[in-house]
Nanobody, 124 residues
């Protein structure tokens, strides 16, 4: 089992940047596929980005491709989401998620573990 804690959310102007962090408990972080989801006001929760537990591949929703970058530091058991060129439509609660030794597609992914979320608000 793993516990996930997000940080780094806040208020930023459109065009600005934020970096979210997700700290994971446990000593097997490197064996977890990790990802970010978000839920905007009045919207369904949606996939944002993910990182495979092996091979280093990353995946992004079309809406954030080229603006957001997911990364992970296995030695620190921490995942990051660098968000640049933020838009008002990026306003949402951002959730960190994880699943151990996951090989499947990230589209339609339903991870086993979730953080509590961190609010990102982009003002226009």
């Amino acid at each position: 089992q793993v516990q996930l804690v997000e940080s780094g959310g806040g208020l930023v102007q459109a065009g600005g940047s934020l970096r979210l962090s997700c700290a994971a408990s446990g000593r097997t972080f490197s064996s977890y596929a990790m990802g970010w989801f978000r839920q905007g006001p009045g919207k369904e929760r949606e996939f944002v980005a993910a990182s495979r537990w092996t091979g280093g591949s990353t995946y992004y929703a079309d809406s954030v491709k080229g603006r957001f970058t997911i990364s992970r530091d296995n030695a620190k058991s921490t995942m990051y989401l660098q968000m640049n060129s933020l838009k008002s439509e990026d306003t949402a609660v951002y959730y960190c998620a994880a699943e151990r030794v996951y090989y499947g597609s990230f589209y339609g992914w339903h991870p086993d573990y979730w953080g509590q979320g961190t609010q990102v608000t982009v003002s226009s």
